[in-house]
């Protein structure tokens, strides 16, 4: 045998391992994935409540945003369960609540939704929902703009002072109100 064949037999193999390594990486990438996708949802409601005086009124978005953020699963769900719409996980953005804010925003390609939690007594504010969509259609067209109110008293629509008739009626059905107590909201996501 020459040097030749024998370096020309080497190589191949080399080659053909190569290759079954790579596939054999692909698989397990793609295996895992999927299964962890299908984990529960790791959150800390303590780290997201604070111990503070803030808790009250942003606890609930920081860990709605844990739990949407968790999860492309959750993600998903949570859209197609509110707004109907099918959207892939990757084209869904949520920032981190912001204090002085919108309690939580969910954007898509085409879907603003605006999230406003009036749980624990939290007070509305003047014109609170008409600045939120207001923000929203300088970026969206008013048919892709929606807003959630949870709340924890029954069925309670946001007053005038925060909503007026105005938004009230350019929005339609694309306002949804939901109760955390009645609605189970938690168990619906995961």
């Known amino acids: 045998m020459d ?15 190569v290759l079954n390594t790579l596939s054999l990486s692909r698989s397990f990438r793609q295996c895992y994935i999927e299964n962890t996708e299908m984990l529960p949802v790791s959150i800390n409601p303590l780290v997201d409540a604070h111990f503070n005086q803030r808790l009250r ?5 920081r860990i709605l945003y844990s739990l949407l953020t968790g999860s492309n699963v959750v993600k998903k769900h949570f859209i197609k369960f509110f707004l109907d719409i099918d ?17 939580l925003t969910i954007k898509g390609k085409n879907f603003f939704l605006i999230i406003e939690n009036k749980v624990n007594g939290a007070q509305e504010q003047k014109k609170q929902v008409d600045r939120y969509v207001d923000i929203a259609s300088k970026i969206y067209p008013s048919k892709e703009i929606y807003v959630l109110y949870l709340n924890q008293d029954g069925y309670t629509y946001p007053s005038e002072y925060s909503l007026s008739s105005k938004v ?17 909201l938690l168990a619906e996501l995961v």
């Open 3 to 17: 040097i030749f064949k024998i370096v020309q037999t080497f190589a191949s193999l080399t080659q053909e391992s």
């Open 87 to 103: 959207v892939s996980a990757n084209d869904i953005t949520i920032p981190y609540p912001d204090k002085n804010r919108i309690d």
């Open 168 to 184: 009230k009626m350019k929005l339609g059905k694309n306002f949804i109100c939901k109760n955390y107590k009645v609605d189970n």
């Open 57 to 61: 009124e942003t606890a609930h978005s």
